[in-house]
């Protein structure tokens, strides 16, 4: 492919392609491990992704009144913890003249999520309220469903569609037409009375039944809501000085008695300990020893951030409430950051906003405030800029030097949390299994499932095709005695 149209592929594709196993992988899945159908996808995406520019797609060179429409967005979550990518059927109009950059507007979102969240999928929202003739576009549909069928890979977890008119049955079953069997299953046409089993009521707007009291606009662009950052301390509006203290002084006293639990479990592991040795002679002594041997890592420009993707939390039951953010700096020069949340009553974070010098790794405690328990929803974003060698690193500095920092010199990463149901403590929480390492994280699992239904699926079709092979020898077999007995018959007959 590549010889016969290097011409017709963006060159960074086709290098993100030879580095970026995940993505390879992802086109794998999506097309049941069947290596020709991948080359076809892949190509067929990449002519596809040059034709529109992808790469070069910002919100500089599409027109402000595109987003100002308000038909398409990211906002929420489902059920599932999946980016919901919201479609408002009812603000947008057929008009071919503006086709292309509408289609534009839906590559760039597609493209500034995946970019921005590692290629998670997303659930697709089709919100068909106060709709009718004047806005069905059976063109702009087809157009987003093919970019989650023919160009982004394994991006696409379900469509939910909402209150969808009866005069729009016809219009769907063409759409259907368009889906292969794997995206008509993806396919959820729901109401007011069941959109709830996808998505919780507080990422649905009222008219759908939640309490979502999100109201579009812009600008800003449309991101995951990050809160301001969190105050040192977390949070402090339910409970009064004197109680937030003594919270505090416990947080202290429960982070001395894990490092002496930690030094107890040092002795058992000692072949852990050889291979991360290497990994923690550069440490400071200011996070608990060995914490981070069970964390995966996310390697950024500036910092390196353990776990690279998700928290792990416990159930209301199990009790966890902790979970440990290591951030190493491999930049040349200070570096500050702070820590954003989508539910900042829920979470203390220390530090949020502080600054870590140039090779050392830096603690931050992730803990839930009161009651509240972790939900599949919340998300954590890590904003990181180098600083200049005169900066100061005091409250005061920090906060002049991100009010001047241009947004292309922050980098940011997102994590997301995870809920352990089990009555075992997680691995990646602060308790005194911080050093045991898991076996898969939840993601791999996930893959590893995917990948076991695909293979069903394709063991199940060459069962039935075995079957059907039968019955036709069977048929045939049966077919061949009669004419056999037919032929005998009239030899027969002719002789007598």
């Not at 300990?273 to 069970?294: C, H, L, R, V």
């Not at 001047?404 to 352990?420: A, I, N």
């Amino acid at each position: 492919y590549l010889l016969d149209k290097s011409d017709k592929y963006d060159s960074r594709d086709v290098d993100r392609l030879q580095q970026d196993d995940k993505w390879v992988e992802n086109y794998l899945i999506w097309r049941h491990d069947v290596v020709d159908d991948t080359l076809k996808m892949i190509d067929e995406s990449f002519q596809w992704r040059k034709e529109y520019r992808v790469n070069d797609l910002t919100e500089s060179v599409l027109p402000k009144w595109l987003f100002e429409n308000g038909s398409l967005f990211l906002h929420g979550y489902d059920k599932e913890g999946y980016k919901l990518f919201w479609f408002k059927v009812k603000h947008h109009t057929r008009d071919p003249k503006q086709q292309l950059e509408k289609k534009k507007l839906v590559a760039f979102w597609l493209e500034h999520y995946a970019k921005r969240d590692h290629g998670k999928p997303l659930t697709v929202v089709f919100d068909m309220a106060e709709t009718g003739i004047s806005h069905i576009d059976l063109d702009f549909v087809r157009f987003i469903v093919n970019c989650f069928t023919d160009y982004y890979p394994n991006f696409l977890t379900k469509i939910v569609i909402f209150e969808m008119p009866w005069i729009m049955n016809a219009a769907f079953k063409i759409v259907k037409g368009w889906l292969g069997p794997d995206a008509i299953s993806m396919l959820k046409f729901t109401n007011k009375n069941d959109v709830q089993e996808y998505i919780s009521g507080e990422y649905l707007p009222p008219h759908m039944g939640g309490t979502d009291s999100f109201k579009y606009s812009y600008p800003p662009l449309v991101d995951d809501d990050f809160q301001t950052p969190l105050c040192e301390n977390g949070p402090i509006t339910s409970e009064d000085e004197h109680e937030s203290k003594e919270e505090i002084d416990a947080d202290t006293k429960e982070t001395g008695e894990l490092n002496e639990a930690q030094n107890l479990n040092q002795k058992k592991m000692n072949s852990i300990e050889q291979i991360s040795k290497s990994e923690e002679t550069d440490k400071t002594e200011i996070k608990p020893k060995n914490a981070k041997k069970a964390l995966t890592t996310f390697k950024g420009p500036l910092l390196h951030i353990s776990p690279a993707e998700e928290l792990y939390f416990g159930s209301k039951e199990t009790g966890e409430k902790k979970c440990l953010i290591v951030l190493t700096n491999v930049a040349k020069n200070t570096v500050a950051f702070k820590v954003r949340t989508t539910a900042p009553e829920k979470y203390r974070v220390k530090p949020s906003n502080s600054s870590c010098e140039p090779g050392t790794s830096l603690d931050i405690i992730v803990s839930l405030h009161g009651g509240f328990a972790a939900s599949l929803q919340d998300r954590f974003l890590i904003m990181a800029a180098e600083m200049d060698q005169s900066s100061g690193a005091g409250v005061p500095e920090l906060a002049q030097f991100w009010k001047e920092v241009p947004r292309t010199k922050v980098m940011e990463h997102r994590l997301r949390c995870h809920v352990v149901e089990s009555s075992k403590p997680s691995s990646l929480t602060l308790k005194e299994n911080a050093f045991n390492i898991p076996a898969k994280t939840n993601e791999d699992l996930h893959i590893q499932l995917t990948h076991l239904l695909q293979i069903n699926k394709r063991l199940q079709e060459q069962i039935d095709r075995c079957l059907w092979f039968q019955q036709l020898s069977v048929v045939l077999s049966l077919l061949s005695v009669t004419v056999f007995a037919f032929c005998f018959y009239l030899a027969y007959t002719q002789r007598s």
